[in-house]
């Protein structure tokens, strides 16, 4: 049977890119550690490591590189259980675990830090950026307490709690565009413009894609991005527009570049989601009814 100890000696080979360092960093001997990882490779039916002819160092084999995510989850979720039950009787320290994508939002999540860190100075925060979906995969793994999610992805299982503000949908173009004289952009003045995406369903995606669709209007999506300063690389080069929220828009160094937000007005609004059926943290519980004072 697997061992939560040997998770932690294969994780510090690959750390260590090592196997005699990592013995060393583990106070064991390396036949000791040597052996440990053949009887895992052996238990797995998988060889996770490539050893060098010379003995100087290791790498992950593509089993490897899955098996090591894998551990990486289950040491983490481990170390998160051990530190919550520890800190459950006095609840004077604790741990709060937040996924989130880059937006405003992230001010009031940060007001009830500040409050929660005020009245709990032993409470510690973790955040997680990522897009939606991995937040929510996260999320169910047990790894964060909350995600915040942009509305249009589906979080009919989760308990949820509307945060209160919302990003500016958009377009992206050159100043030397014609829709640049525009003070707003109706969708109907994108048709036949190459137009890229966010490719998230985060961000602009979700409002931005359902928006299209209800509108009628035959837009060329020519393309989708998942960082948008790469697509605002391509439409300064002279592909089109890209449709984005007003935040990510202002961080693009571009000066040749202008964001038009989108008339009728749409905004992307966000949530803070949970598990459900699961309870919340000592910690994680705290901060939640912190934050619904906002």
């Given at each position: 049977?697997?061992?939560?100890?040997?998770?932690r000696y294969f994780l510090a080979v690959v750390r260590e890119q090592s196997i005699s360092r990592a013995a060393d960093a583990l106070h064991v001997t390396q036949p000791t550690l040597s052996r440990q990882l053949m009887d895992l490779e052996e238990e797995l039916g998988v060889r996770l490591l490539e050893r060098s002819r010379h003995g100087k160092g290791v790498t992950l084999t593509d089993a490897g590189v899955r098996f090591c995510n894998r551990a990486e989850e289950i040491v983490k979720l481990a170390d998160m259980t051990c530190a919550e039950f520890r800190s459950a009787d006095g609840n004077?320290?604790?741990?709060?675990?937040?996924?989130?994508?880059?937006?405003?939002?992230?001010?009031?999540?940060?007001?009830?830090?500040?409050?929660?860190?005020?009245?709990?100075?032993?409470?510690?925060?973790?955040?997680?950026?990522?897009?939606?979906?991995?937040?929510?995969?996260?999320?169910?793994?047990?790894?964060?307490?909350?995600?915040?999610?942009?509305?249009?992805?589906?979080?009919?299982?989760?308990?949820?709690?509307?945060?209160?503000?919302?990003?500016?949908?958009?377009?992206?173009?050159?100043?030397?565009?014609?829709?640049?004289?525009?003070?707003?952009?109706?969708?109907?003045?994108?048709?036949?413009?190459?137009?890229?995406?966010?490719?998230?369903?985060?961000?602009?995606?979700?409002?931005?894609?359902?928006?299209?669709?209800?509108?009628?209007?035959?837009?060329?999506?020519?393309?989708?991005?998942?960082?948008?300063?790469?697509?605002?690389?391509?439409?300064?080069?002279?592909?089109?527009?890209?449709?984005?929220?007003?935040?990510?828009?202002?961080?693009?160094?571009?000066?040749?570049?202008?964001?038009?937000?989108?008339?009728?007005?749409?905004?992307?609004?966000?949530?803070?989601?949970?598990?459900?059926?699961?309870?919340?943290?000592?910690?994680?519980?705290?901060?939640?009814?912190?934050?619904?004072?906002?």
């Amino acid at each position: 049977m697997m061992e939560l100890r040997v998770l932690r000696y294969f994780l510090a080979v690959v750390r260590e890119q090592s196997i005699s360092r990592a013995a060393d960093a583990l106070h064991v001997t390396q036949p000791t550690l040597s052996r440990q990882l053949m009887d895992l490779e052996e238990e797995l039916g998988v060889r996770l490591l490539e050893r060098s002819r010379h003995g100087k160092g290791v790498t992950l084999t593509d089993a490897g590189v899955r098996f090591c995510n894998r551990a990486e989850e289950i040491v983490k979720l481990a170390d998160m259980t051990c530190a919550e039950f520890r800190s459950a009787d006095g609840n004077d320290e604790g741990d709060i675990y937040i996924g989130a994508g880059e937006s405003p939002v992230m001010r009031i999540i940060t007001n009830a830090a500040v409050r929660v860190r005020n009245r709990r100075p032993k409470f510690r925060f973790h955040l997680f950026s990522s897009n939606s979906f991995l937040l929510l995969e996260r999320l169910d793994r047990g790894l964060l307490d909350f995600a915040v999610i942009v509305d249009g992805v589906d979080i009919e299982k989760y308990q949820s709690l509307q945060l209160a503000h919302g990003d500016r949908c958009g377009v992206l173009v050159r100043k030397d565009s014609p829709l640049a004289k525009k003070r707003h952009v109706a969708l109907s003045d994108l048709a036949g413009i190459p137009l890229l995406v966010s490719q998230q369903q985060g961000a602009a995606s979700a409002a931005n894609m359902q928006m299209i669709k209800e509108s009628g209007v035959a837009l060329d999506v020519a393309g989708t991005y998942n960082l948008l300063y790469n697509a605002a690389v391509l439409v300064s080069g002279g592909f089109g527009a890209a449709l984005c929220i007003e935040l990510y828009a202002k961080r693009i160094p571009h000066s040749q570049l202008v964001f038009l937000p989108l008339e009728p007005q749409a905004e992307t609004r966000w949530n803070l989601v949970w598990r459900n059926g699961t309870e919340l943290s000592p910690a994680a519980a705290f901060f939640l009814e912190e934050l619904q004072k906002e």
